[in-house]
């Protein structure tokens, strides 16, 4: 099993830059000229790596996957509280992969309702961070 100290390191790490991932969804989807796709993109992946930062807190192993399906149910299998909006995160999955090299079909991104829902997100990270398992 890991080291736990080395552990929170990883998740703070994963953590930030989630965040990063949300302030560059932010400013692109404000920006002119900037699609759905890009935004999305940012979007799936602040979701990804705040998941994973909370996994790794917890010393919940996880595989190299961009899946938040996959990612929200070891949360729910390890007895980790859902984060907010779990019931739709996974809908960012096509970002992932298909919006990033164009695919058709990803369109008609919510984006008041995504930075929404990444701020709850990162706020409920940073609670399960600050919690000793």
Known sequence: MADPADQSDVARMLLHAAEQDMAACDA?????????AM????AQQCVEKALKAVLSRHSVE???THDLALLLDLLHDHGL??????DWLDELNPYAVDAR???????GLDRPRVLQALAALLLWAHAQLAHTP
């Not at 509280?81 to 779990?86: F, H, I, L, S, T």
Request: hydrophobic residues 30%; proline residues 21%.
């Open 28 to 36: 692109l989807s404000q920006a002119p000229g900037i699609g759905d």
């Open 39 to 42: 935004v999305g993109i940012h």
């Open 62 to 64: 996880f595989r190299r």
């Open 81 to 86: 509280p859902p984060p907010p909006g779990a």
């Open 101 to 107: 090299y164009g695919l058709p079909g990803i369109q």
